[in-house]
């Protein structure tokens, strides 16, 4: 679980606050992922960078912005949130973006009120 | 749309008996699958992964794979009161410009009683 970490690993938040997440990784893997887990619904992979460059964007509101400075470091920017998105955020990291094994952090609870 | 069904239980089993959890898949052109273990308020932890037909044994832990019924199953044995958890089945996608990433089922939730 070390290998890759996440803060907060708790936050609330009002509609019309701006909150980043981070994401860090110490495995030297290449890709990084953003999923969303809500109660009773499977995992929902939101983004993807491989080497830095975003390679997926599954259609996610334009109100949730990511941001990949290097390989290691992943963020993702929220701003006028609605209550619905109120879920637990996990990143991921493998060693490429593909069939490689994928390693999660402990993931930050969100809760918009 | 490319899906990954589980049964999501609960599925409870007394101590020391078998635990089967099953998962099937829609994507007949997948090549990686895996499980993880998801304990209450925490994050998924790989359990094991397989690529081949067949089983593949972990400790306690048996995947097993059949890509002609598309279904991949894992076994846990001696089954014990810490393997409480949800188990989440993923199947990676090979279309596309997603190829390569994961779809997860829903989970099935597995509980062990003493």
């Known amino acids: 679980e070390t290998g890759v970490t996440q803060t907060p690993r708790h936050l609330v938040m009002g509609m019309t606050n701006k909150k980043s997440l981070k994401c860090e990784q110490h495995?030297?893997?290449?890709?990084m992922y953003w999923y969303k887990q809500s109660a009773k619904k499977p995992l929902e992979l939101m983004f993807v960078?491989?080497?830095?460059?975003?390679?997926e964007n599954n259609s996610v509101p334009s109100r949730f912005s990511p941001e990949c400075p290097n390989s290691s470091h992943l963020f993702l920017h929220l701003h006028t949130l609605q209550p619905e998105d109120s879920a637990l955020y996990l990143c991921?990291?493998?060693?490429?973006?593909?069939?490689?094994?994928?390693?999660f952090g402990p993931g930050t609870r969100l809760t918009v009120l | 749309q490319k899906e990954v069904e589980q049964n999501s239980g609960p599925l409870s089993v007394p101590e020391g008996a078998i635990a089967s959890l099953n998962c099937t898949y829609s994507?007949?052109?997948?090549?990686?699958f895996f499980w993880y273990r998801q304990y209450s308020g925490k994050s998924p932890e790989l359990i094991m992964f397989?690529?081949?037909?067949g089983d593949k044994e972990d400790g306690r832990f048996t995947a097993q794979l059949n890509k002609a019924s598309q279904y991949v199953s894992l076994l846990i044995r001696d089954s014990q009161p810490s393997d409480s958890a949800t188990y989440l089945c993923?199947?990676?996608?090979?279309?596309?410009?997603?190829?390569?990433?994961?779809?997860f089922g829903k989970g099935t939730k597995l509980s062990v009683k003493p």
């Open positions: 991921a990291s493998s060693q490429d973006q593909g069939t490689d094994t994928q390693y």
């Open positions: 495995l030297g893997h290449n890709a």
């Open positions: 960078y491989n080497f830095k460059e975003q390679t």
């Open positions: 994507d007949r052109g997948s090549q990686s």
């Open positions: 397989i690529y081949s037909n």
């Open positions: 993923a199947v990676s996608v090979n279309y596309g410009g997603s190829q390569g990433n994961l779809i």
